[in-house]
C-alpha cells in the first residue's frame, strides 16, 4: 500500500492534468450477456462490481431464467467481478461463487456451468489477454502462496522465507515490466502497470521511480484517470 501511494504521490501532478482532460463518453456502453446452466439451485441476483474509478460501487442485477444482463458506461478497459452472493455472507468469495475478468466497452458473453467462475468469456479482448498473462503468473503465485503459509505459521521472522518472497516477487515484476515493453499498445497496461508497482519493493529507488513514471506517461488520458 505504501508504495502505490507513494507512487500516486509522484504522479499527483499529472494525475489531476489527466482527469481534467478526460472524455466522458456517455457511448462506452460496456453489456454483459450473462447465462448460468447445470447450477443446482439458481440464483436471484448477479453482484458486479466495477473498478474503474468513475463508477465504483456494487449492484444487484435480477437473474431471470438462468440468464441475466449487465449495462454499464465505462470509461476504458476496466476489471469487474462478478458474486453470486451478496457480499455480506463470507461464502460469497469463494472461487465458485465469484468471477473476475477485465473487458473494455462493448458487449460480451458469458456463459457458467456448475459454478460462477467455470466460464466461457467470448467478445472482450482485454480479457483474452488479461487470463493469457494471468496464466503466465500462475506458477509464482502458487509459490508464494505456500511461501506465505509457511510464514504465517512461524512466530519470528524468517529471514530466508522473507528473502524468497522478494525474490519470486522481483521475478514478477520483470514479468509486468517486460510485458509493458513488448505489448506498448495492450489493452490491460494499466492493470499490468498496476501489477508491476504491487511487485516492487516497499521503498522504491530512483531508477524504479523513473521506470513507473515512465510506463504510466504511456498511458491514455482515459487510462490515467481510472489509475
Request: proline content about 4%.
Amino acid at each position: 500500500m505504501y508504495k502505490l501511494l507513494f507512487c500516486l504521490f509522484y504522479l499527483t501532478p499529472v494525475l489531476l492534468f489527466s482527469q481534467k482532460r478526460v472524455n466522458n463518453d456517455k457511448n462506452n456502453t460496456l453489456t454483459i450477456i450473462g447465462e448460468l446452466k447445470d447450477f443446482k439451485e439458481s440464483p436471484e441476483y448477479i453482484y458486479p462490481i466495477f473498478l474503474d474509478n468513475k463508477n465504483t460501487g456494487i449492484d444487484s442485477v435480477r437473474v431471470n431464467k438462468g440468464k441475466y444482463l449487465i449495462k454499464r458506461v465505462i470509461p476504458c478497459a476496466t476489471k469487474v467481478t462478478l458474486y453470486l452472493k451478496n457480499l455480506d455472507l463470507p461464502e460469497s468469495f469463494k472461487d465458485k461463487y465469484m468471477l473476475t475478468l477485465v473487458t473494455e466497452p462493448g458487449t460480451i458473453k458469458i456463459i457458467s456451468r456448475d459454478s460462477l467462475s467455470n466460464a466461457k468469456v467470448t467478445g472482450s479482448m482485454a480479457n483474452t489477454e488479461y487470463a493469457n498473462l494471468e496464466q503466465k503468473r500462475e506458477k509464482y503465485s502458487q509459490y508464494l502462496t505456500k511461501l506465505f503459509a509457511i510464514q504465517s505459521k512461524q512466530k519470528n521472522d524468517n529471514l530466508k522465507i522473507q528473502h524468497q518472497i522478494d525474490s519470486i516477487n522481483n521475478l514478477l515484476s520483470v514479468l509486468y515490466y517486460n510485458y509493458l515493453q513488448q505489448h506498448p499498445s495492450s489493452l490491460i497496461k494499466l492493470f499490468a502497470l498496476e501489477k508491476f508497482i504491487f511487485c516492487l519493493p516497499d521503498i522504491l529507488n530512483k531508477q524504479q521511480l523513473v521506470k513507473v513514471n515512465k510506463e504510466y506517461n504511456k498511458l491514455s488520458e482515459v487510462e490515467k484517470s481510472s489509475f
